[in-house]
Structure formats: C-alpha cells, structure tokens
C-alpha cells in the first residue's frame, strides 16, 4: 500500500426501509480526523474482557500501544478492519504483548464484557502466538469514556436507530507510552513495514506526519425517495470488485506463509 493513497471505507448497512436516520447530511459528519499529537485521557474507566474496571492508562506507560475504534456486533467493516490488522501483525517480528500493546474499544455502551470475551478468543486463535492475550484488550464503556475517547482521536461516527447500527469510518491509531497520539492506519489493508516503522517511532515518543486519506462510501440510501440511484450501484459494484481483491491478496499471502514454513 502506498503511504499516500488511502482508501478510508464506511461502514454503513443497507436500511430495509425508509425513515433512516443517516441522512446526506449525517454522512458527511463521519470522518476519521488526524489528531496528531494529541493527548488521551489515562484516567478514562472502562472494563475489560473479564469484567474487571480498568483504566485507559493502565494499558500505557510502558510500550506503543495500537488503538481500535469499532464495536464488536459490527456487521460488516469491524471484521474487515481486525482481519487485516491480524494479518499485518503477523508479518511483523515483533510480538503482541512484548514490544507493543493492543486496544480495541467498543463504541456501542450496551455491549457488554461477554461479547467482548468472545471476540477476543476468536482473535487469539487467529493471531495465534503465545502471550498475545496479556498484551491484546477488548474493552467495553459507558458513553461518557467512549465518546471522550473517540473526540480524543478525531474518529466520528453516528447511530442509526432505524437499524440499530453504527456508521463508522476504518481504521485505527498508534499511540506513544505516554499516551499521545503517533500515527493513523486508514482501511483495511495495512503494510507491515508501515507499521513497525510506527511502532517503533511511537515507542521513541515521535509523533508521523499527517496521510492523505480518500474517503469511499460503499452505499449511499436516499430517505426521500427509498431508491438507490445509477450512482450508487456503480458504487456497490466498486465496492464488490475491492473486497475481491482484498481476499485474493489475503489468500496470497496466506499461501506465501504457508510455503515459508514448509521450506
């Protein structure tokens, strides 16, 4: 992936009918800004996978940490982003847990530790090495911490009650020990070459520079008319096509390790 082309996907599922609340409007509100050097608040509570009420910055002070915003019931894009973090962080030498810490944060306060839990042995497996569970969180909030934490980071995103669903950009962000924001991560392909430079920057307290960002919407309901126009089956069609070729890259590189081992 180049550093300066991006693609920064929405995640946005087809209402089944009118009365949406996610209008033309409300759309352009969702944004991932870059916050560069931004400071998050240490003292924010949440709890984590067991239950137990943690604070943010329990999880820094000591190694980078990388920073998840999504919500785990996501239908669609939550996957796609921790499947392609998945895969990068398998490329790299360093482990999770040892040189570097993760983070996800549910943005939905009525999810509970249960589900977080749940999505966390389903990533365990998939990352597959040791240790990784004491360095990898899954948290859960109230909407007071979960909005301050997304502010802090500039990550936008709005509820549509219609379909009890969030609209959310991609993407996620480093963190320095310290907690200041280092880097941003936009999509839901990531090079790892990208990233260790990231984490290693972010663990000498440096802060990048900002990256250009493309912003696609996969779909796009008009509330008035409950119609999708020309417009945007070309765009769902654009859409399709880019999940293809994301899943035959994913194949490829899972072919490439496979036959790495075997050598």
Known sequence: ????AFTLLLCLSIPAARGSE????????????QRLGAQVSLDLPF??????TVKLGDFLGRKPVILVPGYYGCPM??????NGLIGTLQD?????GEQFEVVNFSID???????AAAKKRSYMRSYG???????WK????????????ATEIGFHYVYDSSIRQYAHPSGFVVLTPDGKVSRYFFGIDYSAKELDNALVAAASRKTGSPIRQLFLLCFHYSPITGKYGGLIINSVRLCGLGTMLWLGLLIGRSIARERTRNI
């Open 47 to 52: 709890r984590d996978e067991t239950g137990a």
């Open 138 to 149: 899954f948290l859960t909030g109230d909407e007071s911490s979960i909005q301050t934490l």
């Open 77 to 82: 894009l939550c996957t796609l982003v921790l």
């Open 92 to 96: 790299l030498k360093m482990n999770v």
């Open 109 to 115: 306060p009525t999810e509970l530790p249960a589900l």
């Open 22 to 33: 996610v209008t033309d409007a409300t759309l352009r509100t969702i944004r991932f800004d």
């Open 129 to 135: 090495r040791p240790g990784a569970e004491n360095g």
């Open 1 to 4: 992936m180049k550093p300066l």
